[in-house]
């Protein structure tokens, strides 16, 4: 087994105060941990992978993901591997909260958009067996998008990034005909845009980058090649001084593309 240094260590307890962080985040807070110690700055998928061999055996992973906004931003989460992850945050959220969320994740999985209207959570208290006030459930509900779990825009929920991370097992095992995956990336997608003739969805970013350029898109299924039937979503401008993250580039490589 590889053996965390000090750098290690401190990456992954700042790490754990935090649960999440983007991809800027994370290659700060790795450049951090190796300069505090002093010693050489390793490709942070090698760095990350160091850690998840030694807290595998904890269940828990870091692991990377993309948000499934236009945005597409990259993400690490620190996840629980255990079976039913979806009782991770018991210790946060009580039964009667997680059987709340249980049947708001059905909902917006069941959806077309992927999303709920904070209306139809709150009205779900009434199907709980244990009684919950509405109120209550809206200041759950503030708790779980300051956590991370949920995304709120303009009254509407959706599974927030780190949800999809933790929950991806969870959500194909409880709900495996509804749970499709992006043609491109292939992960979850449950806001995107879907083809009308196949089975076929894409995450908004992953449709922007694979029609940039095609005045009349088409189904990326070969055995489809439908007309594309929504508008493409434009690339996003990256943020003033923005760089991605590319875990699987050697450092010598990227010492190569520098100079």
Request: some cysteine; proline content about 4%; charged content about 30%.
């Amino acid at each position: 087994m590889a053996h965390m240094t000090d750098a290690h260590r401190l990456f992954l307890q700042s790490f754990m105060s935090k649960f999440i962080l983007d991809a800027q985040g994370v290659k700060k807070l790795h450049k951090m941990a190796c300069e505090r110690f002093q010693v050489d700055c390793e490709n942070i998928a090698q760095f990350v992978g160091v850690i998840n061999i030694n807290i595998k055996p904890l269940h828990l992973e870091i692991k990377k993901g993309i948000a499934e906004d236009h945005d597409g931003k990259q993400y690490y989460c620190l996840v629980n591997t255990s079976e039913n992850s979806l009782l991770r945050s018991s210790t946060d959220y009580s039964v009667n909260e997680l059987e709340l969320f249980k049947k708001m994740v059905g909902q917006i999985v069941a959806s077309e958009s992927g999303t709920m209207s904070s209306m139809e959570a709150l009205n779900l208290v009434e199907d709980l067996v244990k009684r919950m006030s509405k109120k209550d459930a809206q200041d759950m509900l503030e708790r779980m998008e300051r956590d991370k779990w949920i995304a709120v825009d303009k009254g509407s929920i959706a599974l927030d990034t780190r949800a999809l991370l933790e929950l991806d097992s969870y959500l194909e095992e409880m709900h495996p005909q509804l749970v499709v995956k992006c043609n491109m990336c292939k992960r979850i997608c449950l806001r995107g845009q879907s083809c009308e003739e196949c089975p076929v969805k894409l995450h908004l970013h992953c449709a922007s980058r694979f029609f940039k350029g095609q005045e009349t898109p088409h189904c990326p299924n070969r055995n489809c090649n439908a007309d594309w039937p929504h508008e493409v979503p434009l690339p996003k401008t990256k943020e003033p001084g923005a760089t991605q993250v590319n875990e699987q580039e050697p450092p010598s490589q990227a010492r190569k593309r520098r100079r």
